[in-house]
């Protein structure tokens, strides 16, 4: 492997460019009409307009990525996450064309990726499942069946997506029709495929998932555990390393559950096992899992000391894991935080402008993963992700502590972002405690509120 095209924008695309320059191997990066002045396209040794400001004419095109890649003598693709991180058809396309993928095999994205077939094949190895619909549901008449047989709330779920999109609880029949049109079309928009499937809704739950490697040669370990728990619209906002809320014998049970599944499904590079735990029954239920590095990986990264992406590139090129699971030492904990231009007082609404002020807190303990810059233009055709603000520290109190002193001086002006959000999180009395669960930014800091 020598020159890595990354198939992807932001601070993802920032992230495996600056992993593959610590490895020596030059770098190609793509970028919509949208991304002319994208640090990512400043950074890369070579860079490749690959259409319009649409994701659908750009960044998921299979075809112009590979055709990117070749054009420019790359030998291997990164995805980063998100676009196509997930498609199998990439990662087929890239090996018939001599490409390596920085990622599984495409039966394996298949197996996995399909939330559907994923909750059959975990089934299978004794692993628990939220109880829900077999098969993915076709019409909302289909999904009011498997209602009558168990009891509200329902959630909705995209069988192909991830990232909360293509979600929607449902309390009642009457919100099942709705529900289910703007649900498939969300899928269908972000990920190409509109199938849902139903899973009974669990409210006060923990959302904790396991990050996994594997390579070609035997190896497949786990790297602890993160609480995602905190969330709006199903989607995360800040990230934990550990979980504190799980006992040794849950934890000891949820790692063996995820190196299982990653090992029966023959799986290849970096994952990620998600689960929904109830810490005080001592139950967890598989979710899904991620074939693609994920968002929250740094705050695994600063409590195990490893690099998840050079690692990705290392398995790639066919390199045996350079660590055995009895190596691997959690130590100190990390939060994560993620700074998204929206405006939480408008539920969040994305604000798109140009960065007027920006300037990133420095110090001990501190990490920030951006592709922002003084003057940059956040266009209003993708995600809203300005940066990962990331502490580290040796305990969670320490933690936190660094984690007010650095969002107190994160300044990023010209739009509206989550910063403010995230201060008022960290002094609630309930998120120090850690009493905290996947509603418990609805409950806690309802639109009201947020006003």
Known sequence: MNRVLVANRGEIAVRVIRACKSLGLETVAVFSEADRGSLHARLADRALCIGPARAAESYLDVNAVVTAAKGSGCDAVHPGYGFLAENPILAETCLGHGLTFVGPSAEVIRLMGDKVAARRFVTKLGVPVVSGSEEPMQSAGEVMAVAAGTEYPLLLKAAAGGGGRGMRVVRSAAEIPAAFEQARAEAQAAFGDGRLYVERYLARVRHVEVQVLADDHGACLHLGERDCSLQRRHQKLLEE?????????????????????????????????????????????????????????????????????????????????????????????AIECRINAEAPEADFRPSPGTLSAWRMPEGEGIRVDTHCYLGYAVPPFYDSLLAKLIVSAP?????????????????????????PFHRRIVDDPAFVAGDVHTRWIEDTFGRATLR
């Open 241 to 333: 390393a550990p979980c504190e809320a799980l006992s040794e014998t849950l934890r000891r049970e949820i790692l063996e559950a995820a190196t299982a599944i990653a090992r029966e499904a023959g799986y290849r590079n970096a994952g990620t096992v998600e689960f929904l735990v109830d810490p005080d029954r001592g139950r967890y239920y598989f979710l899904e899992m991620n074939t693609r590095i994920q968002v929250e990986h740094p705050v695994t990264e600063m409590v195990t000391g490893l690099d998840l992406v050079a690692a990705q590139l290392r398995i790639a090129a066919g390199e045996p894991l350079a660590v055995r699971q009895s190596d691997v030492r959690v130590r100190g904990h």
């Open 395 to 419: 305990g969670r109190a320490e933690a936190l502590g660094r984690l007010r002193r650095a969002l107190d001086t994160f300044v990023a002006q010209g739009v509206s972002t989550t910063i």
